[in-house]
């Protein structure tokens, strides 16, 4: 019952974002695609994971982004996982195309647990050290993020909120990043959607997604999202 509990003091407040003392924000809409694919290779401890996903941006009139994500990882217990990885976080533009794109090492402990036979509960706690173009200095981040996934019964539906904390442990005082990697709070993602497992190893979840991105010496971004994600286990 306390579980039931925190779960829905969590969906209730998963869309607030970060705002306290944040100034003035301007606002932009983007549509995101994720499509993930997972494998525990027929139910051995090891894990591999690969996320493919297109960004726009300016309300969702340019391409801005493509993500690609592989990891792979190991289960230390049915609830504790443990993962390493590599994110290659593509920025695109018409000037540079994808000269810009930013590479990123990462490490991962991953808990899921199953607190009733409808409600999942998942921490991820993520570090990446973020290597930028036409940057010498390397970006140190941490990201947690708590999701919570509810079964509706007798159906394949199921609802699902999450919400990620960006944190980073170190500045870069000069150049393009002055006012982007600064130590402490960098963003803040709320999700909140509705998914339909189509078959066992297929589901597809949409909604919308609240995302701050806070910046020093410059307007705070409101970034208004719509976010599927099209998963695939095998």
Do not use: C
């Not at 970060?18 to 606002?27: E, I």
């Not at 994971?49 to 230390?76: A, C, H, M, S, W």
């Not at 173009?133 to 993020?145: I, K, L, T, W, Y």
């Amino acid at each position: 019952m306390q579980k039931t509990h925190l779960a829905l003091l969590f969906a209730v407040s998963t869309l607030a974002p970060v705002t306290a003392n944040a100034g003035p924000a301007r606002d932009d809409f983007s549509t995101w695609i994720s499509n993930t694919y997972q494998t525990d290779f027929g139910g051995s401890p090891y894990l591999a994971f690969l996320e493919l996903g297109p960004r726009t941006k300016t309300d969702n009139t340019l391409f801005n982004q493509f993500i690609v994500r592989p990891l792979i990882g190991y289960k230390l217990t049915n609830k504790l996982q443990l993962w390493l990885g590599y994110t290659w976080q593509g920025e695109y533009n018409e000037q540079t195309d994808f000269d810009m794109a930013t590479h990123d090492a990462m490490q991962q402990v991953q808990w899921i647990d199953n607190w009733t036979p409808e409600l999942n509960f998942q921490y991820r706690f993520r570090l990446e050290q973020r290597f930028f173009a036409d940057e010498g200095d390397v970006g140190h981040r941490m990201r947690h993020r708590v999701r919570l996934v509810y079964s509706i019964p007798d159906s394949q539906a199921y609802l699902i909120a999450l919400d990620e904390l960006f944190v980073y442990f170190n500045s870069i005082d000069e150049g393009r990043l002055a006012r982007s990697v600064q130590t402490g709070i960098n963003q803040n993602r709320s999700y909140a959607g509705v998914g339909y497992k189509l078959t066992k190893h297929l589901n597809v979840d949409t909604g919308y997604q609240l995302q701050y991105i806070h910046n020093y010496g410059s307007p705070d971004v409101i970034n208004h999202v719509w976010l599927t994600n099209i998963n695939v286990t095998f």
